[in-house]
């Protein structure tokens, strides 16, 4: 790292180059284990800032969402429904489900959905278990 901050320094890119290497990924992914190109948490979890008209106010959630939700979304947010035919052609279907009810609401209440995929010869199962606690009965 000092190395390369020092070639950079020569070339009179000081304060215009940024640097990505190893231990930035390392970084960008903690707390969670191992890094992009994995499997882990390190590798598949990615935050998510989402600000629109009517948005309530900032807030964090561990909903489980994938790449297949956000069109959608944005879809749904834009008012826009999925045709099966546009101009007289039939199109795919886009796969996924809109988040903007959990993103008015702030919670979600949509069945629990398990993510799997594969990626390198690693395989992965992820869902979302929630335990409630019956409010009612404690004493």
Not at 56 to 66: F, H, K, M
Not at 82 to 101: C, D, N, T, Y
Not at 107 to 116: F, M, T
Request: positive net charge; glycine residues 8%.
């Amino acid at each position: 790292m000092i190395s390369a901050r020092k070639g950079i320094d020569a070339m009179g890119l000081s304060g215009r180059f940024v640097l990505r290497n190893p231990q930035w990924a390392k970084a960008s992914s903690a707390p969670s284990r191992l890094l992009k190109t994995f499997v882990t948490e390190g590798g598949t979890l990615v935050p998510m800032i989402m600000r629109f008209p009517g948005s309530p106010a900032s807030g964090r959630n561990a909903v489980i969402g994938d790449l297949r939700d956000l069109v959608p979304t944005i879809l749904d947010a834009a008012h826009v429904s999925e045709e099966p035919m546009v101009e007289g052609r039939k199109v795919a279907i886009v796969e996924g489900r809109s988040l903007l009810p959990w993103l008015r609401k702030g919670r979600d209440d949509r069945p629990v959905e398990e993510v799997a995929f594969e990626k390198y010869g690693q395989a992965t199962v992820r869902f979302l278990m929630c335990c409630a606690r019956n409010s009612a009965k404690r004493t």
